[in-house]
């Protein structure tokens, strides 16, 4: 569907990331994977001072981030009566540890790929979005648009980078490389309807064992942006892990806007006319 609005004739079934908090372990093999795969460049490792996390946010040369958020005091109800040995501490533990790897969201309405006046961002067969480094001529518009902060400029040729959903790869048939290489299937690649119905079941299982905070974010197609590719099941608010709760895409007003617009030019030139009789 999203594939097709873009123009692709025969395109698949639109292919995203599930990416279960629960079960990530903080490896951070996804962000090694991402980085050897698509060259990009080293960032620099320091550690932040909030927590053990070493390359605190996606940006031009970090397309897979994975957060580490310590919680010294366990909201209300998230994380209650998991049973111990799932990586929580028991209710009323003092301090928990949320993990999540975060990554472009590849959104139904993507606000940077409206904005960028030379093509270089673009729907692919697949439904995702990819920016083209070879057509990206530095403007820097998509940067703001963004409704999520992914996407960013490199200081050093001024273009934006971010994930590619290794176009590359899918292209050859192969799963991305962050997904290859998580160890515990916390990122999970597939088709977007079938990663959903999952979701949804790993949430209710999750329930059932007590762990009330377990939702998803992103998968709702009528949310804000339409719903993401690359969507979550998270432990706790997304606020808690940097996410906007209600996300926005950013050219909503722009048809109204320009609309108006019109409408003041046309009345501009009227009065102009008119005085020049
Ligand atoms: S998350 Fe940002 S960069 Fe990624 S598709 Fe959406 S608007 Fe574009
Ligand atoms: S899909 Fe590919 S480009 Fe995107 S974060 Fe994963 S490894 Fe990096």
Redesign the pocket.
Known sequence: MVATDAGWADSGPRMG?FTDTSVCIGCKA?EV??KE??H?PDDGLRFSGFSYDNSWGLGADT??HVAFIEQRHPAPGAGDGLPAGDGLPAAGGELRWLMSSD??KHCTRAACLDVCPTGALFRTEFGTVVVQSDVCNGCGYCVPACPYGVIDQRKEDGRVWK????YD?LKVGME????KACPTRS?Q?GELDVLRAEAADRVEVLHRRGVAGARLYGDDPGDGVGGTGAFFLLLDEPEVYGLPPEPVVTTRDLPSMWKRAAVAALALAATVVAAAR
């Open positions: 990331f996804c994977a991402c795969w698509n990009v397309w897979r990554v472009c994930c590619t959903l290794c790869r991305p490389a962050c997904a990122i690649f």
